[in-house]
């Protein structure tokens, strides 16, 4: 996430209206009850067509009525020997390595050598870099080679998933999806396509890159209308639908990891709450997808400012010293890991003292890990007895 990343406004939309009528058996009200059903239609034909000639984008009633509930997902877990938490990626495919490797998670052929350790991954793979892909395929390996050897991966959920899940990372160009991103989840044929057409209509030249990138800095133009839906579909298809099943806040041990933060009102309603009503939501998003939908359904948590992958208070908040022993409480824990605010140590001297608060209650472990950030290549490491240490690689 950006220094300080702008939030989008949800849209609240209303449900339509409702209408009724009784029906009356007495042969006494049989007349008023048909001149009644008649003006009945009547009103109904007059709403369709006001509905279609006034509003004709209004969304699908069935799509904005509360979702579902979600499958249960394990999101705490007890007794787990050795913990390695890894921040904000962006896209930083060889910085990630090279932490993977630094703590023992992987070889240097980059295959599970973590033992029974529990891997997380604070979210936000994506944007601002070019190789998320590539690390969300590392991710999803390495998750099956965890739990062969009785360890575990756990890829939190990041505010730059949901921005790409639901269809708003390609509104800010130049800020979150680069060029590279955005072909790597383009359709192999379409991308061909497209740029097969592009060097016919300039005799075999022109600047590929240059290309995509035009079209990219207007992305409400009609020109890019049909490639920003390809790049949507394709990212859910191949990964969205996969990350939207992944957990946003988990406890292992006694410490509490999530993307952004927890305030007392999340933190009360729990986290398998928190994760069940973002993958109901989710899901929500992914039919919207099918049904073509121009309006997002209506949502009670994605891109809420205050909500677990947008809050910053634990990083930002001075005041939240006030709130902290209350949140830990209630989720009976003993820190709270977060990433999402770049918190750039000062020094190597200074890692540990930099990124935590309120005496080691809170640890802010984005700490500049991609490139573009140039921070410290960090890992927050827990051990069965509860020490916390940072490692620098």
């Not at 070889?107 to 944007?127: F, N, P, Y």
């Not at 677990?308 to 949140?327: G, H, M, Q, S």
Request: charged letters at 25%; aromatic letters at 10%; hydrophobic letters at 40%.
């Amino acid at each position: 996430m950006s220094r300080q990343g702008r939030k989008p406004t949800k849209t609240l939309i209303k449900k339509p209206r409702r209408y009724g009528i009784s029906r009356k058996h007495s042969l006494g009200v049989w007349i008023p009850a048909f001149i009644g059903f008649v003006l009945f239609i009547g009103s109904l034909c007059c709403l369709a067509t006001y509905s279609t000639t006034v509003s004709p984008a209004l969304p699908n009633p069935i799509l904005s009525s509360p979702p579902p509930p979600a499958a249960k997902n394990q999101c705490v877990w007890t007794g787990v020997e050795r913990i390695v938490a890894v921040g904000d990626l962006h896209g930083d495919y060889d910085h990630f390595k090279r932490i993977l490797r630094g703590t023992g998670i992987v070889d240097r052929a980059d295959r599970w050598s973590g033992g029974k350790t529990h891997l997380v991954q604070m979210g936000d793979v994506m944007d601002r870099g070019d190789y998320a892909r590539d690390i969300f395929d590392l991710i999803r390996r390495l998750e099956k080679e965890a739990k062969a050897a009785g360890g575990m991966v756990h890829q939190l959920i990041g505010n730059h998933e949901e921005l790409n899940i639901a269809r708003m990372s390609l509104n800010y160009y130049g800020e979150y999806v680069t060029y590279k991103q955005f072909i790597d989840f383009l359709p192999v044929k379409f991308r061909v396509d497209e740029e097969e057409k592009f060097k016919k209509k300039n005799r075999g030249d022109g600047d590929i890159e240059a290309f995509w990138n035009n079209l990219m800095k207007d992305p409400n133009s009609d020109a890019f209308k049909v490639p920003s839906q390809r790049y949507y579909e394709n990212f859910n298809m191949l990964a969205g639908k996969w990350i939207a099943e992944q957990n946003v806040a988990i406890k292992i041990n006694d410490t509490v990891f999530v993307h952004g933060g927890l305030n007392l009102e999340y933190a009360s309603k729990g986290l398998e709450a928190i994760n069940n009503l973002y993958r109901s939501e989710f899901q929500e998003v992914f039919k919207q997808e099918v049904s073509k939908d121009e309006y997002l359904p209506r949502q009670s948590i994605i891109f809420a400012p205050e909500s677990p992958l947008w809050n910053r208070d634990p990083a930002t908040d001075p005041n939240y010293v006030d709130e902290v022993d209350k949140i830990l409480a209630v989720l009976n824990a003993k820190r709270l890991v977060v990433a999402h605010t770049p918190t750039i140590p000062r020094s190597i001297a200074t890692i540990e003292i930099d990124i935590n608060k309120f005496g080691g209650k809170v640890w802010i472990i984005d700490t500049g890990i991609a490139t573009i950030y140039h921070g410290f290549l960090t890992a927050l490491i827990i051990d069965k007895n509860g020490r916390v240490s940072v490692g620098v690689y």
